[in-house]
């Protein structure tokens, strides 16, 4: 089993739909958690960080669900720029472990 | 700051031929990842440093790899000799002295073609 997992997706959604991306991880000793953005040809760049009680910023929301091991990521009124590989990283011992990636498609 | 910085941005090199990717971490940062990126199997860390000191290095494919960070200013990805199937995009990142908190900074990448 792989340290952290993601859906590949891609997903396929038309602008302002809302979207959610889910990322399951096997070492319940993890102790922190994020969801980076890589664009097409760029480096992964941070999106947010996953707070146990759950965070949000502008249209993003992030959780982090500890007991069954999985963060998400909520994406509100889809913009053309959110289009993108979405990333989810997982810190175990101060290594910074990532999911392979879910990619987004937002559509006019 | 000028950021993580990698050189080269492209390396295009035949198979059997040593091939050295270099980084630059952002200055005072105590941690060093070698990241590598195919379509296949995504973002695999290769391996990371903390204070210059490798600290796991499981992430290495095999003995033809091999990275040294010899002061806190520069690192190095060696691999000898390189084969077809090491091509791929290899970032190096860093990160401040709480990677619990310390976002990672990436570099632009280098772009590996063995042909």
């Known amino acids: 089993r792989k340290e952290v997992e993601q859906d590949p997706g891609p997903f396929n959604v038309p602008e302002g739909a809302t979207v959610a991306f889910n990322c399951t991880y096997s070492?319940?000793?993890?102790?922190?958690f994020f969801w980076y953005r890589q664009d097409c040809r760029k480096e992964p760049k941070l999106l947010m960080s996953v707070y146990s009680s759950g965070n949000e910023d502008g249209r993003f929301t992030a959780q982090l669900n500890r007991a069954s091991q999985y963060i998400s990521l909520l994406i509100r009124d889809s913009k053309l720029s959110d289009s993108a590989t979405y990333l989810c990283v997982v810190n175990m011992r101060d290594d910074m472990r990532f999911g392979a990636g879910t990619r987004l498609t937002v559509k006019p | 700051d000028a950021g993580v910085i990698q050189s080269p941005r492209h390396e295009v090199t035949e198979m059997g031929q040593e091939v050295t990717l270099r980084c630059k971490p952002i200055?005072?940062?105590?941690?060093l990842f070698w990241y590598r990126q195919t379509m296949m199997r995504g973002l695999e860390l290769l391996i990371y440093?903390?204070?210059?000191?490798?600290?796991?290095d499981s992430g290495m494919p095999e003995d033809r790899f091999s990275a040294k960070m010899p002061n806190a200013s520069f690192s190095t990805l060696k691999i000898q000799p390189s084969e077809p199937r090491d091509s791929a995009v290899y970032f190096c990142?860093?990160?401040?002295?709480?990677?619990?908190?310390?976002?990672?900074?990436f570099g632009s990448g280098t772009q590996l073609s063995v042909l």
């Open positions: 990142a860093s990160s401040g002295r709480d990677t619990t908190n310390e976002k990672l900074f």
């Open positions: 200055s005072g940062h105590d941690y």
């Open positions: 440093f903390n204070n210059n000191v490798p600290i796991d």
């Open positions: 070492n319940s000793a993890s102790q922190s």
